[in-house]
């Protein structure tokens, strides 16, 4: 596998570029400042967007032709082989969305073809999410709100919720990725204790985020909240099964908002039904749980469709994010987020 080789002008130029993204994407991601910019960057015609490659849309193919650079975002289609030998311009990927393992393929690394992120971008939401889930969770929000739905009269909410809050409160982190790092930093105001899992930090880099290093078993034992933030990959799936929830303090609450994979879901669910413990889950696996789960009904889930990430207005700095890598490559410069092709085996 060849590492990707940043091939640059060697002056400030305009570079061809080429929108490929979902059915509607661009739209949403691109406000009117962010097409006024990207039109003074670059030879493009925003309204040429690939949604796929075997089906191409007026012009796509033309474009893909002198294409030195693609803008992605979600739902781009997949840079096969073929599809690069389609673009022999193409020197770069800038993507406006966070993981690139979706589209961008070993014939691109293979290639040398210069790839970026807004991952750094998108992971703000996601964390601002989960601090939200974290305060509710000690706070036992979902709780305290189902009950006064149910009661609707005078009640001792001091005495039900004794034992509430989120002073000297402890919070486990599963993965210290740039979510997982923005949660540590969103959480540095408020008196709790933050541990960490992550099987690539060491004593040094824990110091330094202001977290204690510990095992799993211990997190998952020792936490009020258990937040995931682990990459997607083999090695991760089922990382919090049955014998990690298991461990956690009844009361406890689980929050997910990376992938479902990483939760066994059957395990989860018998811990809730149960009533002993509480879930926060953006992410499910399937994606869209069954008509039939109990996911939607049990009064201790919160359940979302997915939505921690980027949405309406936060789309605009993803977009701004990818604008200003674009601008960069124009210029000659390095990417400031490159994506690495040795990094991915324990990325998102």
Not at 251 to 268: H, I, K, P, Q
């Amino acid at each position: 596998m060849h590492r990707p080789v940043q091939s640059r002008p060697s002056c400030p130029s305009r570079p061809s570029v080429l929108l490929a993204m979902a059915p509607g994407m661009a739209e949403r991601l691109l406000g009117q400042p962010q097409r006024d910019r990207l039109e003074r960057l670059a030879r493009t015609d925003p309204r040429v967007v690939a949604h796929r490659w075997d089906a191409p849309g007026p012009g796509v193919a033309a474009a893909l032709a002198e294409a030195e650079v693609l803008f992605t975002c979600w739902g781009a289609p997949v840079l096969t082989a073929e599809v690069l030998a389609a673009a022999p311009r193409l020197r770069a990927v800038v993507h406006a969305a966070g993981s690139v393992k979706h589209h961008v393929t070993d014939a691109c690394w293979a290639r040398g073809i210069a790839v970026s992120s807004a991952a750094g971008a998108n992971a703000l939401p996601v964390a601002e999410y989960t601090l939200a889930a974290i305060l509710f969770a000690n706070k036992r929000v979902l709780h305290a709100a189902h009950r006064y739905r149910t009661l609707r009269a005078p009640h001792d909410w001091l005495r039900e919720l004794d034992g509430a809050g989120n002073h000297g409160r402890t919070v486990g982190i599963v993965g210290a990725s740039r979510i997982g790092r923005r949660v540590v930093e969103l959480l540095r105001p408020f008196a709790l204790r933050v541990l960490l899992y992550d099987p690539y930090v060491d004593e040094e880099d824990a110091g330094r985020l202001g977290v204690e290093r510990v095992p799993l078993t211990e997190l998952c034992a020792g936490s009020d909240v258990v937040s995931v933030h682990a990459p997607e990959v083999p090695a991760t799936r089922h990382l919090i099964g049955g014998r990690e929830l298991a461990l956690m303090p009844d009361g406890a609450t689980l929050v997910n908002t990376s992938r479902g994979s990483l939760v066994d879901e059957a395990a989860l669910v018998a811990e809730l039904r149960s009533g002993r413990l509480s879930a926060v889950l953006d992410v499910t696996e399937p994606a869209l749980p069954a008509a039939d789960s109990p996911l939607y009904e049990l009064p201790n889930v919160l359940l979302t469709p997915h939505v921690a990430g980027s949405l309406g207005t936060e789309l605009h700095r993803m977009a701004d994010h990818a604008l200003d890598e674009l601008e960069r490559y124009a210029q000659g410069l390095p990417f400031a987020d490159p994506v690495r092709w040795e990094g991915l085996g324990h990325s998102a």
